[in-house]
């Protein structure tokens, strides 16, 4: 079993920065990747960024390439998610997952609120 934990929301102005840290727990051993996702209210969980637990290989999506930047502490089994030049479509739950070598099993956190005012 893993367990993983987001802090760091709350809310910010337009323009601001928040960062964000998911520390997993448990068997971290089988993590392979963890991943950040958000969900605003009545759209979509949409994907934000992926990095490997190995290696230095990360990625964001397009809507916050430039503004968000994943990075991770292996020594910590924490990953973070920096958030720069904050915008009011940025608002939602930040969800982090961890991705395991136990079949692919994944485990998501409860999630931590981000809102930023215009």
């Known amino acids: 079993q893993v367990q993983v934990l987001e802090s760091g929301g709350g809310l910010v102005q337009a323009g601001g920065s928040l960062k964000l840290s998911c520390a997993a727990s448990?068997?971290?051993?089988?993590?392979?990747?963890m991943r950040w996702f958000r969900q605003a209210p009545g759209k979509e969980r949409e994907f934000v960024a992926h990095?490997?637990?190995?290696?230095?290989?990360?990625y964001v999506a397009d809507s916050v390439k430039g503004r968000f930047t994943i990075s991770k502490d292996n020594t910590e089994n924490t990953v973070y998610l920096q958030m720069d030049g904050l915008e009011p479509e940025d608002t939602a739950i930040y969800l982090c997952?961890?991705?395991?070598?136990?079949?692919?099993?994944?485990?998501w956190g409860q999630g931590t609120q981000v809102t930023v005012s215009s």
């Open positions: 990095i490997y637990m190995s290696g230095s290989s990360a």
């Open positions: 448990g068997r971290t051993f089988t993590i392979y990747a």
């Open positions: 997952n961890a991705v395991t070598t136990n079949g692919g099993q994944e485990y």
